[in-house]
């Protein structure tokens, strides 16, 4: 009777144990979910950064395999159709069928986005990132991208008033097409700033001209605005949508992504404030000292020849230039390996003026006319940037991203 009552008591205090380990095992914090980690502090963004990357094609494995014969069956089909000239050194993709008539639908063999997922395209390698538990919580919310516009007398950069005010008109159209909010700054906001008069009192005894001085006053803009993404209104998104935005913009190191170009760039008010402070105390003591151009370019380069990279990070994630190309039949095309080596594209002057001149100009006009679809010259070419700007919008749009991510 005895040995009896031990047994059971020795199964009761066994059968709570094991209830005892499972309710314990229930309450432990798990952490399996493959997700973006952000430093919390956001001054470090490079440990922020190596956590954002994750391998897209470890995550992306099982839609491969699954997907594969469906997506074989329909290239097959489309290749009996479509005269796609595809180089195999770029990715290239005629824009144009064989008969002349439309542009091929081009997938690339990876989801440029998935669903609640934003795909990072850099150099050699494709990354999927997906929205952190603080930006996933803004999931309404949108990103701010800002600029700065003040006409300058007697005009710029081979444009007139409507032309820059074309440019801005296309500028907000496409950040607002892919998922941002934006803001035009105006030197009204730059005034704000307590600074304003004796930066702007240096550069005028530097001899500096209206549009440069411009340049400087856009940087104390932005701190009064509360720092945060801004670009030149020449700069439009590729794979920067407000997700990737929302993403990004939870560090707030100075991060210029066009090097030392200044054409976009995210930081805090601080950080905008301190790099801006640098340039301005570089800057030389007056006129007989200035050997190059006084520019907020040439400043901000001159901060990592005098100092180092002070801070910042700088990446190279913003095209330079058009990304069309002709082929031998004399149909133009868009290279979307370019295009996707690159979160956004600046269509600068410069660099619109030199397309024209070498031929990777969009052709914004109809193909049959005596122009062959391109402005009547190079000058024409920087006046209508914004048609330009729009046309490589659309045809990114049509030819280089899947229909879910817009």
């Avoid at 470090?44 to 069956?73: H, K, M, P, W």
């Avoid at 049959?368 to 006046?383: C, E, I, K, M, Y």
């Amino acid at each position: 009777m005895r040995s009896h009552r031990t047994s059971r008591k020795f199964v009761l205090t066994f059968a709570v144990s094991i209830l005892l380990i499972i309710s314990l095992d229930l309450f432990v914090p798990r952490n399996d979910t493959r997700g973006l980690k952000y430093a919390e502090d956001s001054s470090t963004q490079q440990e922020a950064i190596e956590d954002l990357i994750v391998d897209y094609e470890a995550s992306d494995n099982a839609d491969t395999e699954r997907d594969a014969d469906t997506e074989r069956d329909a290239d097959t089909e489309r290749d009996a159709d479509v005269d796609a000239e595809q180089d195999s050194d770029t990715g290239a993709v005629n824009a144009k069928d064989k008969d002349g008539e439309g542009g091929v639908n081009y997938n690339n063999d990876h989801n440029i986005e998935i669903e609640n997922e934003i795909v990072d395209i850099d150099e050699d390698f494709i990354v999927s990132v997906e929205v952190s538990s603080e930006a996933a919580g803004k999931k309404n919310a949108k990103p701010i991208m800002h600029t700065f516009y003040e006409a300058v007398p007697n005009g710029c950069c081979g444009m007139t008033k409507e032309g820059h005010k074309d440019l801005l008109a296309a500028w907000k159209k496409s950040w607002e097409d892919r998922g941002w909010e934006t803001v035009v700054l105006t030197e009204e906001d730059a005034r704000k700033h307590p600074d304003f008069e004796s930066i702007n009192q240096k550069l005028q005894d530097l001899d500096v001209n209206a549009y440069n001085r411009r340049c400087y006053w856009r940087w104390l803009a932005i701190v009064t605005e509360g720092g945060g993404w801004m670009s030149d209104y020449d700069v439009f998104p590729l794979s920067l949508n407000g997700e990737m935005g929302l993403a990004l913009e939870q560090s707030g190191t100075f991060t210029s992504y066009a090097h030392h170009v200044p054409c976009l760039i995210h930081a805090s008010e601080k950080e905008w404030d301190r790099i801006l402070h640098i340039m301005i105390e570089l800057l030389p003591n007056s006129p007989e000292e200035v050997y190059e151009r006084v520019t907020d370019m040439y400043s901000l380069l001159n901060i990592d020849i005098e100092q180092g990279r002070s801070g910042m990070q700088w990446t190279s994630e913003v095209a330079p230039h058009f990304t069309y190309h002709r082929n031998e039949e004399g149909w133009q095309w868009m290279d979307c390996n370019f295009g996707w080596k690159h979160i956004a594209i600046h269509l600068s002057h410069h660099s619109c003026a030199e397309a024209f001149k070498t031929d990777h100009y969009p052709e914004i006009d109809d193909v049959d006319s005596d122009t062959h679809g391109l402005p009547d010259n190079w000058q024409q070419a920087v006046q209508r940037r914004s048609e330009a700007a729009l046309k490589v919008m659309d045809d990114y749009k049509e030819y280089c991203m899947p229909t879910s991510s817009w």
